[in-house]
T-cell receptor, first 114, second 112 residues
Framework: KAGVTQTPRYLIKTRGQQVTLSCSPI?????VSWYQQTPGQGLQFLFE???????NKGNFPGRFSGRQFSNSRSEMNVSTLELGDSALYLC?????????????FGPGTRLLVL | KQEVTQIPAALSVPEGENLVLNCSFT??????LQWFRQDPGKGLTSLLL?????REQTSGRLNASLDKSSGRSTLYIAASQPGDSATYLC???????????FGGGTRVLVKP
């Protein structure tokens, strides 16, 4: 079974631009979560989607948004990029998002904002 | 607010030595705790998941224990190998749902 895939793997953008990242979960998984990883703040939860609905949200500004499609693929969008948005963005999938389930992470998208 | 701490931040051991990695959390009302491994610049690989009702989980050379009352988990890696060099992260799920709260990780170097 294929793992979680994320595209693109690397991105370079300039301040003020916007960016869209994509995540395809493991086949059959319906819950997708997004995390931001930076050297200073570590791994922080952005949001979780299940059945095309945002089910949980972290403490990030409204510039960070996401959505999930009927095939469970998810996208996250960051508008008006800031230098501090440079990070590794990871998505994780699980079957239903229940607490007893293992979450499986993708390889991440590394975003550099200049 | 749930806080997860991993001490030390970095650890270096000779090959063959057993590794002991620590994770502590402030709020004992967790649903589960998960250990991950992260290689430089890569995503996270799930190692072990311990439900709140369990005391330990084992997989091969890996064994993780959980003591909810004291807010601690320990990951043991037996007979370490250079391939075990990576950053190890623990994360807890506190509320219903599956939001993970991560520790800062322990960077491990196993020297041949």
């Amino acid at each position: 079974k294929a793992g979680v895939t994320q595209t693109p793997r690397y991105l370079i953008k300039t301040r003020g631009q916007q960016v869209t990242l994509s995540c395809s979960p493991i086949s059959g998984h319906r819950s997708v979560s997004w995390y931001q990883q930076t050297p200073g703040q570590g791994l922080q939860f952005l949001f979780e989607y299940f059945s095309e609905t945002q089910r949980n949200k972290g403490n990030f500004p409204g510039r960070f948004s996401g959505r999930q499609f009927s095939n469970s693929r998810s996208e996250m969008n960051v508008s008006t990029l800031e230098l501090g948005d440079s990070a590794l963005y990871l998505c994780a999938s699980s079957l239903s998002g229940f607490t007893q389930e293992t979450q499986y992470f993708g390889p991440g998208t590394r975003l550099l904002v200049l | 607010k749930q806080e997860v701490t991993q001490i030390p931040a970095a650890l270096s051991v000779p090959e063959g030595e057993n590794l002991v990695l620590n994770c502590s959390f402030t709020d004992s009302a967790i649903y589960n705790l998960q250990w991950f491994r992260q290689d430089p610049g890569k995503g996270l690989t799930s190692l072990l998941l311990i439900q709140s009702s369990q005391r330990e989980q084992t997989s091969g050379r890996l064994n993780a224990s959980l003591d909810k009352s004291s807010g601690r988990s320990t990951l043991y890696i037996a007979a370490s190998q250079p391939g075990d060099s990576a950053t190890y992260l623990c994360a807890v799920v506190k509320a219903a749902g599956n939001k993970l709260t991560f520790g800062g990780g322990t960077r491990v170097l196993v020297k041949p």
